[in-house]
């Protein structure tokens, strides 16, 4: 890796953003993860290079601080934001093919259920791990995962859920979903959900933290 796409990775880890951000304290006064990402790509460093050596090394190792408690939702959410600039500059090179996403990963909150932080922290890590993704936001019908997915074959879908009252729709979801779409691959997710509770509604996998849903996109697409 060379020396730019590892300042890329650094500030992506710690969340610079930008030359004006103060945070975090120890790069105050840098380039952040919006000039990088541009000057790279001036220079000619392939776009997918950019992704795969500089942006996704350093969400991969925010998803694993986030994991062992050694970074809180703050600073995550500091990371993503300085990945999503960085995004920005890419998006073209997505749209003309020099960059390429690994998936597509369809996210929502199940219905009946308005809670959308740890929502929005597992779609910026899959972002940021190289996947396209569409977010549903809060209170997603079975109805609109299936339209998404009509609209995106071979996605895969994830569904949140914060209180015990919505679990339910999260199983009447999941059961809608592989009804109209068997092959369909279903990740759970949530403060109430557990590996037991997504063998009983027959998804497909149970991540107690984003790093944990990565992991599992990388199982199917890589």
Do not use: W
Request: aromatic share 6%; glycine share 10%.
């Amino acid at each position: 890796m060379n020396e730019l796409l590892e300042k890329i990775s650094d500030c992506i880890e710690f969340g610079k953003i930008n030359l004006a951000s103060p945070y975090p304290p120890q790069m105050k006064g840098l380039e952040g993860a919006d000039e990088l990402t541009a000057k790279a790509l001036q220079e000619g460093t392939p776009p997918q290079d950019v992704l795969t050596k500089g942006l996704m090394p350093g969400m991969e190792k925010v998803g694993r601080k986030f994991r062992e408690n050694k970074v809180f939702v703050p600073q995550v959410l500091m990371s993503a934001k300085a990945m999503s600039t960085a995004l920005l500059h890419l998006k073209p090179h997505f749209l003309s093919g020099a960059a390429k996403q690994k998936g597509t990963f369809i996210i929502g909150t199940v219905l009946g259920d308005l809670h959308d932080i740890g929502k929005n922290l597992v779609a910026m890590m899959v972002e940021g791990s190289g996947y396209k993704v569409i977010d549903l936001g809060t209170d997603v019908s079975a109805e609109t995962f299936i339209e998404a997915l009509e609209e995106n074959p071979g996605a895969v879908v994830g569904l949140s859920a914060l209180l015990t009252t919505t679990m339910v729709n999260m199983q009447k979801i999941t059961n809608e979903i592989k009804a109209a779409m068997p092959e369909t691959l279903i990740a759970i997710g949530g403060a109430p959900v557990s590996e037991e509770f997504c063998e009983k509604i027959g998804a497909d996998n149970y991540s107690a933290d984003p790093q944990g849903v990565v992991e599992f996109l990388n199982q199917k697409f890589l």
